[in-house]
């Protein structure tokens, strides 16, 4: 007897996405904030401690119109444009 | 696919098994379902799915949040078979999938909530009688292959295809049973006025399905004159502590055929009613102000500028974003209840309709 797979395999993977290289320092670099909306208050905080204690270029600052949609892909490519490094979303 | 036959031209993996019970046994031991015993997608089957409607198996539907697994009409096929789906039951789930994954529906945020919303399917015209798909007594229940296994292959396509497992990024603090199906048919042949489908721009008559993603109906004693019904069905649906009274978004109203003829016969229309139901449903501002939730300014991200303004402790603040986004269908057994479905409010679960196309 012969069954047929359900699944259902996504395009991309984990595995073959490439990560970023990483920063050696915020300092003068432009750094960028997608708001996921459930960030609150501690990105405001966040971006105040960075800016006094890293004084980084520019910050670069996007909030999404929802928290559980994914952002317009023409502002995720000004951001990976723009940015040297984005912080993105926050989990709650 | 080794040891296949060749001339197969299916793009899943074929695998041999020894017998029925351990195909069952199969599926459990690799995730392929969600706790519930399936049927086995035999070839066999799986091409009498796909040839009643006629589509190329390798046509793509699109994908499923948040694994964003690709379906195709093969796939879509594959788990309407592990349902207990009948053939002619595919065009719907074929309509429901394409309305489930309309980005006014926010699939991605359903399938990874913290709130219990499940994708409800209301499918709606003459398919409803033609295929027996329950719309009167106990039309949320059990007792019906229709509607037990058009809500049961949606779930087994989120499970394949979007990966969203309670134990991984399916957040769903609480779920509810539609986890396991949810679907019902609306009684256009009760019902004094236009379907759901018509609702959303279809022409009456037309077979349609509609994909709303909802809390488990809350039950509402309907009985007495449309005065005395209309109260509880505003209460009910501005229960404090559903999405709908910090967020506003969507509601739906189920109202069972008796009910539905004394509003018409009153003279309401079924606008009249999402009319005074916008207007009645309210939660005061105080009381929503007085909950945990709003220390995370939920209000300056959901509820209307003028509400957030106001100075008035006693502010109204309506569950919707306005009267059409009240669905209301007619459904269930002519008794003393009818029910409510609160939406997951502004952040999605929109309701979004399809029409049925049946093959030729």
Redesign the interface.
Known sequence: MWVLSPDCPPRTTVESATLSSRLETMADKVIGFLDNRRAFRYFAHMKERIESEYRPKEIVYLAKAATTGPAPLEKIKELADRCDAVIVGVAM | MLG?PESWA?K?????????E??VE??YE?N?TDGLAVV????HK?QAMIDYVGRDPSEELG??PP??????V??LA??AV?AGCKCEYFPILLAAFDAMID?RH?L??VQ??THCCVPLLIVSGPIVQQLQINAGWGCFGSGYRANGSLGRAIR??LW??GGSYPWTVDRSTMAHPGKWTFCIGENTDESPWPSLGTDHGFPEGSNTVTMFSCEAPHSIMTYGTPAEMLLPICRSMATLGTNNSFTCGQSLLVLNPWVARQLDHSGMSKDAVKAYVYEHARVSKKAAQSMGVMH??AHR?YWPKHIVDSQLDDEPLPIVDGPEHIHIVVAGGERYFSACCPGWGK??GYAVTREIVLPK
């Open positions: 296949a299916f899943a993996e074929a695998i041999e098994v020894e017998d029925y351990s195909a199969l599926f690799r392929w086995p997608p035999t070839p799986v994908t499923v694994r964003h697994g690709v379906v195709t093969e796939k594959i788990s592990m980005s926010n991605n945020g990874t909530t087994l396509i394949n295809a995370h300014d991200k952040p999605g």
